[in-house]
């Protein structure tokens, strides 16, 4: 099973970027569905982004046009560039990889998850 360890979180300002970085180790990496969550007190844990191991990408209609996942299989590395960042974008987020073979953005089907990181947007 994959191992999936989280980087990149912080505090920014309202307008800024962050990149957001998610190393994984064991497991084929390469053909692994890797998607972003983000989690806000008191919330559920939601959909961010997506990546395919073919490189097909997806996003929540809060995030689309502003954050960017992508994906470097020779690094084993997963990244989610998030520009224009919001105060509602606060939130601790966190990387997960998919078991199965067919795309699916149901946390539920997210069997690998990395221990998160806190993203703060601040004034």
């Known amino acids: 099973q994959v191992q999936l360890v989280e980087s990149g979180g912080g505090l920014v300002q309202v307008g800024g970027s962050l990149r957001l970085s998610c190393a994984a180790s064991g497991g084929t990496f390469s053909y692994k569905d890797i998607g972003w969550f983000r989690q806000a007190p008191g919330a559920e844990r939601v959909f961010v982004a997506g990546?395919?191991?073919?490189?097909?990408?997806y996003y929540a209609d809060s995030v689309k046009g502003r954050f960017t996942i992508s994906r470097d299989n020779t690094k084993n590395v997963t990244y989610l560039q998030m520009d224009r960042l919001k105060f509602e974008d606060s939130a601790v987020y966190f990387c997960?990889?998919?078991?199965?073979?067919?795309?699916?953005?149901?946390?539920?089907?997210?069997?690998?998850w990395g221990q998160g990181t806190q993203v703060t947007v601040s004034s």
């Open positions: 990546i395919r191991s073919n490189l097909k990408t």
């Open positions: 997960a990889a998919q078991a199965g073979s067919s795309w699916s953005r149901d946390r539920a089907d997210f069997t690998s």
